[in-house]
């Protein structure tokens, strides 16, 4: 599952998929085996839990109660504003760059942009998160199976 709250997917096993059990009408049957069929693209809400690895091997996390929402009711990204020029102060690192896990960057932007918290206070933005995966120009391999990136400290974007 990917998540509008995680970088990383989530896990799951099927029998924590959580059916609908409203309406025994038969006739809503056949309408509703079609909403309920697993498939990429599905809107899905979940619990995440956090499993120990046992045996020496690392926690995992996944979902529980996963139950189906209608199409497009997840939004995933915000737009808060476009035409919008930085400069990178940390260059992200890929997993495969010698790193466990992604090592995030950050981008200054040139010009401060208003956003709102969760409790809809206004905040100024002055510096974003940029992931390797957002990188301009992908990543690059090296002999050794390191990846790196095409983007530099103090590059603009």
């Not at 809503?28 to 599905?42: M, P, R």
């Not at 896990?101 to 200054?108: Q, T």
Request: net charge negative.
């Amino acid at each position: 599952l990917r998540s509008n709250k995680r970088r990383e997917e989530v896990y799951f096993h099927y029998t924590n998929v959580e059916l609908d059990d409203e309406g025994d009408d038969e006739e809503d049957d056949d309408e509703n085996a079609e909403d309920h069929e697993l498939k990429v693209g599905n809107a899905m809400e979940f619990l995440v839990v956090t499993e120990e690895g046992g045996n020496g091997r690392k926690e995992k996390i996944s979902a529980r109660k996963v139950k189906f929402l209608p199409h497009g009711s997840v939004q995933f990204q915000t737009i808060l504003a476009q035409g919008v020029t930085g400069v990178v102060t940390r260059c992200p690192h890929p997993a495969n760059a010698g790193f466990s896990s992604d090592m995030v960057g950050a981008v200054k932007l040139t010009t401060t942009i208003k956003d709102k918290d969760d409790d809809g206070n206004e905040r100024d933005v002055e510096e974003i998160s940029f992931y390797s995966a957002d990188s301009p120009g992908g990543t690059f391999s090296v002999r050794d199976g390191a990846a790196g990136l095409w983007v530099r400290e103090g590059d603009t974007l």
